[in-house]
């Protein structure tokens, strides 16, 4: 299967369609951020609202849409709407934050166990980032950005 975020209903919800191609299915009606397919295939990792609340939380979901077994609360300075990653063994989820424009990578376990800060940064923001198969390497895309804000009246 590939799994994937559509706006089609109007909402970002999550599909699916085979590799060989075909129809896409419906998998979750509920919106939904970024998703990250566990490494033993039986579960996805996702931002979600929680139920009877309005925070995004991480949502440990079966792969057929069922509801989710695990919801993970993170610090509010961890950012799950943008990249979320497995350990290689499924027993964690991987995100990004962002503190004081700082960022760095922690670990989530599924288990309820304590968060992790995964990385030590003193500067620059994390872009994006990805766990090597065997979990023993982590890549990050880091860096900062200016950003200008330019009015023009008048125009024609």
Request: proline share 6%; aromatic share 10%.
């Amino acid at each position: 299967w590939i799994f994937f975020l559509s706006w089609r209903t109007g909402l970002q919800t999550l599909w699916k369609m085979p590799t060989e191609g075909g129809e896409a299915i419906h998998v979750i009606d509920k919106p939904m951020g970024r998703v990250a397919l566990s490494p033993d295939g039986k579960f996805l990792a996702g931002a979600q609202v929680a139920p009877g609340t309005t925070a995004w939380q991480i949502a440990i979901i079966p792969v057929d849409g069922s509801a989710p077994v695990k919801w993970i609360a993170q610090p509010s300075h961890v950012n799950i709407g943008s990249s979320l990653s497995w350990s290689p063994d499924s027993r964690a989820v991987f995100a990004k934050s962002d503190q004081g424009g700082v960022g760095n990578v922690w670990s989530f376990p599924i288990d309820g166990g304590t968060p992790k800060q995964v990385t030590a940064f003193t500067s620059n923001v994390i872009s994006n980032f990805a766990v090597s198969r065997d979990g023993k390497r982590l890549a990050v895309s880091r860096g900062y950005s200016n950003l200008d804000v330019v009015l023009i009246k008048d125009f024609r």
